[in-house]
């Protein structure tokens, strides 16, 4: 039950509208994009996990066969990108998946939605379709330009600025299972948990793997609790680890793998994009950077081991 859109949300929209509209004079075919990172209804949900509506713009449901499979972030108005591994033994047959995007309540995604198809997927060519692999990050070409709204925005990348240190407190989202076996229940409103960033070494001796063997690779990035309780699991693979930075949400990281769901000493791994960020850039025309030097404008273009995929176990 999305609320009805109110007089403010109408009237940032409109002025959405007008600052696009001198751009659409000068390049009737490319308007500026709306900036990335902002979302433009500033509620707040106080001591629940539910989202609120159109808090996350930018995170998409990626559908096989109209069911939700993984989830994705929006990067410009003609790519997402998602987790490698939600593709595997399907890359050659993006006719099965959509994206659906604006949607908050999986179950009652209104009518300010809109279903896109896939036109094609690029995986990273160094991710191994075997377990869990570095490299474990995709792109997502859509079928036809989403338009924007305040329920449908892009996320940035983060520049070279941006160091996350142990403990920021970054977000994930998905419409993933609540527990191991647990599907989120209807409306399946978006769930939101804040999970500081862990340090990646002791990440990685959490997860070595022994004969001098460590899983965590150097585009990895840890966060969540120590104590478990809390994480992604199955059906949030894909999804966004979110940091906001000079009050803007940068997409720092792609949920992946992790053993289990929220068990103990045993955190979400995600790849991160600071690692993949050329690689992004050199295929997505458009795509917005920001960091600590705000400002920088929309830049020019310039498994599991053991561990089980976040796509089965969340
Ligand atoms: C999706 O649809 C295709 C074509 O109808 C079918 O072959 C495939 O098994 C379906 N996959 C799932 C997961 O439902």
């Known amino acids: 039950m999305p609320p009805a859109l109110g007089g403010s949300g109408f009237r940032i929209l409109t002025s959405l509208l007008l600052l696009a509209a001198p751009a659409t004079l000068d390049a009737a075919k490319t308007p500026a994009p709306p900036a990335c990172g902002k979302p433009q209804r500033l509620s707040r949900v106080v001591g629940g996990e539910d989202s609120a509506d159109a808090e996350w713009p930018w995170v998409v449901s990626i ?34 998946f959509s994206v659906l995007l604006g949607a908050w309540q999986l179950g009652n995604p209104g009518q300010r939605s809109q279903t896109v198809g896939v036109a094609w997927v690029q995986p990273h060519p160094v991710y191994s379709w075997r377990g869990v692999s570095r490299a474990d990050i995709a792109l997502v070409r859509l079928e036809h330009s989403v338009q924007f709204s305040e329920r449908i925005l892009p996320v ?8 996350l240190p142990r403990s920021t407190d970054c977000w994930i989202a998905g419409w993933g299972s609540v527990r191991d076996g647990v599907p ?79 068990e103990r000493n045993r955190p979400g791994v995600y790849i991160s994009l600071a690692a993949h ?36 176990r969340r």
């Open 184 to 262: 989120l229940p209807q409306p399946q409103t978006l769930q939101k948990l804040k999970v500081p960033i862990i340090d990646s070494e002791l990440c990685s001796r959490l997860y070595w793997q022994g004969a001098g063997q460590g899983v965590i690779t150097e585009d990895m990035l840890c966060a969540g609790y120590m104590e478990g309780e809390r994480d992604a699991c199955l059906g949030d693979s894909g999804g966004p680890l979110m940091c906001q930075v000079g009050g803007t949400w940068l997409l720092a990281g792609i949920i992946s793998w992790g053993e289990g769901c929220a």
């Open 63 to 96: 559908q096989r066969n109209g069911t939700h499979h993984c989830a994705g972030s929006l990067l410009t108005s003609r790519w997402a990108v998602t987790a490698a591994h939600c593709f595997k033994g399907n890359l050659h047959k993006p006719s099965q």
């Open 156 to 163: 940035c990348l983060p520049d070279s600025s941006v160091h």
């Open 277 to 312: 960020r050329s690689w992004v850039q050199r295929i997505v025309q458009g795509v917005q950077l920001r960091g600590h030097s705000q400002g920088s404008g929309p830049t020019a273009r310039p498994g599991r081991v053991p561990g089980t995929a976040r796509q089965r």
